[in-house]
């Protein structure tokens, strides 16, 4: 079946402008993640669902970040006022349950603050 | 909360060697330690794992070994193979919180 998608691919703004990214995770997988990892650098945690659970934000960085999930699909993440640092790739995960169960990850988003 | 090192950060081998990369972790109610391999360019994915009830776990070339006194884990690669060349990341957590805490990752090049 399709895996995790997401879109778009790439994304180059401005500093100062919001932006908008999109996750699609495998129909049927409740537990979704999001990770931000800098170039050469490893995958730092953002943002958790699991089902109608209030989300684990402990990872995200600042006010700026914010993370939305629709029932058990689709996420949005949106990073307001965009920073040079803001670079990187972001990748989204899914997974069928917590704990145990592989994460699947999406192609990622490579977003470049200009 | 949960930290996991990992070393080395770059390992270079020949083909046909053996490499072990070894991590440890902080929070000893960790009990699920995974293997993701991200290709260049590429997603992460998962190719081991083991949970804390056994010490060790294998699949054809690649292990996993837990030392749970020690709080440290490694993966072993052996008859490495030109493919086999990528970023490796461990990770860990307590399933009963299900988010993994990553290393920063091994990149691993292998050498024809």
């Known amino acids: 079946g399709a895996g995790v998608s997401q879109s778009p691919s790439n994304k180059v703004t401005e500093k100062g402008k919001d932006v908008e990214l999109r996750c699609d995770p495998i129909?049927?997988?409740?537990?979704l993640y999001w990770y931000r990892q800098r170039l050469g650098q490893g995958l730092e945690f953002l943002i958790y669902?699991?089902?109608?659970?209030?989300?684990?934000k402990s990872g995200l960085p600042s006010d700026r970040f914010s993370a939305e999930r629709t029932g058990e699909s689709v996420s949005t993440l949106t990073i307001q006022r965009t920073q040079q640092e803001d670079s990187a790739v972001y990748l989204c995960?899914?997974?069928?349950?917590?704990?145990?169960?592989?994460?699947?990850f999406g192609p990622g988003t490579r977003l470049t603050v200009t | 909360g949960e930290n996991v090192e990992q070393h080395p950060s770059t390992l270079s081998v020949q083909e046909g060697d053996s490499a072990v990369i070894k991590c440890t972790y902080s929070?000893?109610?960790?009990?699920?330690f995974p293997w993701y391999k991200q290709e260049l360019g590429k997603r992460p994915q998962l190719i081991i794992d083991?949970?804390?009830?056994?010490g060790e776990k294998k699949d054809q070339r690649i292990a996993v070994t837990l030392n749970k006194t020690a709080k440290h884990f490694s993966l072993h690669i052996t008859e490495t193979q030109p493919e086999d060349s990528a970023v490796y990341f461990c990770?860990?957590?307590?399933?009963?919180?299900?988010?993994?805490?990553f290393g920063k990752g091994t990149m691993l090049l292998v050498s024809p």
């Open positions: 995960a899914s997974s069928s349950r917590t704990g145990f169960y592989e994460q699947y």
């Open positions: 129909s049927g997988h409740t537990a």
């Open positions: 669902f699991q089902g109608n659970s209030a989300p684990d």
């Open positions: 929070d000893s109610a960790s009990n699920y």
């Open positions: 083991i949970r804390s009830n056994v």
């Open positions: 990770a860990a957590t307590n399933s009963g919180y299900s988010t993994l805490t």
